[in-house]
């Protein structure tokens, strides 16, 4: 049966974690960049990996500007005014954008695991992003 691969159908044995099982003795292993929870039965049963999303039939790394936080989920945008590169996983991957700083008033606000807060740049001060 789907999910289970074996040779004798009395002794089947659960398709094993990144991997799926059409069935049969055929044990398939995942696409790259994806995985699958033990028992997948076909190829969609293989999800993205943080860092990646779906774009047709293909993981691809998340695109710049979002993060892909969980398994076959979407991108999510970065916070107001900041950023990330290509394949980010996490809201802290997300970095201020030029002309924005972490510092606001002489307090540097830390990444939350919401992402950054960016404050526009103190009057007098240069602030190239990536903060």
């Known amino acids: 049966a789907a999910g289970y691969y074996g040779t004798d159908p009395s002794k089947c044995s659960l398709c094993p974690r990144n991997r799926f099982c059409p069935g049969g003795a055929s044990v398939r292993r995942c696409p790259s960049h994806t995985a699958s929870k033990p028992g997948g039965k076909h190829e969609n049963d293989c999800k993205c990996l943080p860092g990646y999303t779906l774009v047709g039939s293909t993981c691809r790394k ?70």
Do not use: L, V
């Not at 989920?73 to 005014?81: A, L, Q, S, V, Y």
């Open 62 to 131: 998340c695109p710049k500007g979002s993060y892909c936080p969980t398994i076959g989920g979407k991108p999510r945008k970065c916070p107001p005014r900041s950023s990330s590169e290509e394949g980010a996983k996490d809201a802290r991957d997300c970095d201020c954008i030029k002309g924005y700083s972490q510092w606001n008033k002489g307090t540097r606000y830390g990444k939350s695991r919401n992402g950054p807060r960016c404050f526009a740049c103190s009057p007098g001060f240069w602030c190239p992003g990536g903060q």
